[in-house]
Structure formats: structure tokens, C-alpha cells
């Protein structure tokens, strides 16, 4: 008989005379539930997850300064120098102001298509009392890493 070989000890010799070695267990995934009564994730953790994409962040940023909750300004780090002055054309109209006042205008849905490598280009359905617009812009990263707006437009029509 042979002596076995343990290889969680590794591989030391373990004085064993079984005629086979030890292996480590194969490691499965999960099992994942596939019934209807698991609970779907709270609004708070969609909202956090959405968040983390840059698509979210800065449609949610795009529609504070376009709706006057923020100026122009405050883009000045996030945006390529046409889409800053696209948004400094928009801005003073305040296209997204509150339609009925009080009702804060609200990003209800953010998609986006990859054109190539480093480039996001995005579009987000924007709710604002019974209004339905459409928000379309186009992000880049650039050399430091950081998206930036290259492009900024919008257009809307009443539900």
C-alpha cells in the first residue's frame, strides 16, 4: 500500500495507507431561488445601485441645473467646453422647472449605448408634473479617467 498525500496540509505526508489522495471539494456557486416569493430590493438599494453608474449620476446632475436647482457653474468640472455652453444656453430657460411648484422633476429612467471604448452615449426619461421629456447626452472619459458631458440635448412633448 501506498501512503496518501493530504493536500489541504500541503502535501506533507500524513502516514495515511488509504490508495487514494485527498482533494479539495469542487467549489459551486450558490444556489439561486428562482420563486416568485422572493422579495424584490427596496427602492433605497435600486437607488443606491443606479448611483454607482455614471449615466445616473450625471443625468441626476443634469436635470439640478436645468431645472434652476443648481447653476451652471456647478458643471464646470464635469463637462467638455460645447456641452458647457449647450448648458449655458438651456440653463437661464430652466427647461425642467417644476410644473406644478412643489412637484420636484425626477429621473425615471437612464439607458445607454456604448459606441466604443471610453464613450457612454446616454439617454434619460425625465418626469416633471405631467410633462415627459427626453434627456440625451454623451459622456467621454478622458485622459484622467474622469467622464465627462460632451453633449447635452433636450427635447419633451405632454403625456
Not at 416568485?36 to 436635470?63: G, H, I, M, N, V
Not at 434619460?124 to 472619459?141: H, M, Q
Request: hydrophobic share 35%; proline share 9%; aromatic share 6%.
Amino acid at each position: 500500500m501506498r501512503t496518501g498525500i493530504n493536500r489541504t496540509t500541503g502535501g506533507r505526508t500524513t502516514g495515511r495507507t488509504t490508495g487514494r489522495t485527498s482533494r479539495p471539494a469542487a467549489r459551486t456557486a450558490p444556489a439561486r431561488r428562482t420563486d416568485s416569493r422572493r422579495p424584490a430590493p427596496d427602492p433605497a438599494a435600486r437607488r443606491r445601485e443606479r448611483e454607482r453608474l455614471p449615466r445616473y449620476w450625471f443625468a441626476e446632475r443634469l436635470l439640478l441645473t436645468l431645472s434652476g436647482q443648481r447653476p451652471v457653474h456647478w458643471m464646470l468640472g464635469h463637462t467638455l467646453g460645447a456641452a458647457y455652453d449647450q448648458l449655458a444656453a438651456l440653463a437661464p430657460h430652466a427647461p425642467l422647472l417644476p410644473a406644478p411648484p412643489g412637484r420636484s422633476p425626477a429621473v425615471r429612467h437612464c439607458d445607454e449605448f456604448r459606441p466604443s471604448p471610453g464613450v457612454i452615449e446616454a439617454f434619460a426619461r425625465i418626469t416633471s408634473g405631467d410633462r415627459l421629456l427626453a434627456l440625451a447626452f454623451r459622456l467621454e472619459r478622458c485622459a484622467d479617467q474622469r467622464w465627462r458631458c460632451s453633449a447635452v440635448e433636450l427635447g419633451g412633448t405632454r403625456r
